[in-house]
């Protein structure tokens, strides 16, 4: 069974890897990656582990705890107003955690 550290980062790289194929800088690796970073992905896969959201609730959920520490993302937007893409990163975010989760 992962630990919440441990499905952070591996959702961390899978995002880092997805922001590439788009053609955007990705973030840094996890393991550089700083601590305000790595709590904003622990905060999202405890979202999506305790509220079983869709991706529209998880970038709800995203956009709430981002505006007000990084009030200038262009991704703080309606879910529905985001490029597909970032959609997609978003549907693999869940996926990725709840595949995790049901791993013994």
């Known amino acids: 069974m992962y630990n919440l550290e441990q499905i952070s980062a591996i959702v961390y790289l ?7 194929a788009l053609g955007s800088e990705g973030p840094n690796p996890w393991t550089d ?3 305000a ?6 905060h999202g896969v405890l979202f999506a582990i ?9 970038h709800d959920e ?3 705890y981002h505006e007000v520490r990084n009030p200038d993302h262009p991704n703080l937007v309606p ?7 970032e959609r997609d990163k978003d549907a ?13």
């Not at 879910?79 to 893409?85: A, V, Y």
């Open 79 to 85: 879910w529905q107003d985001l490029s597909p893409g």
């Open 37 to 42: 970073q790595r709590d904003a992905y622990r």
């Open 14 to 20: 899978a995002n880092y890897g997805m922001r590439i």
């Open 33 to 35: 990656a700083t601590e």
């Open 92 to 104: 693999v975010f869940l996926m990725l955690v709840r595949f995790l989760v049901s791993q013994p």
């Open 62 to 64: 995203w956009v709430r």
């Open 50 to 58: 305790t509220h079983q959201p869709t991706s529209g609730e998880q």
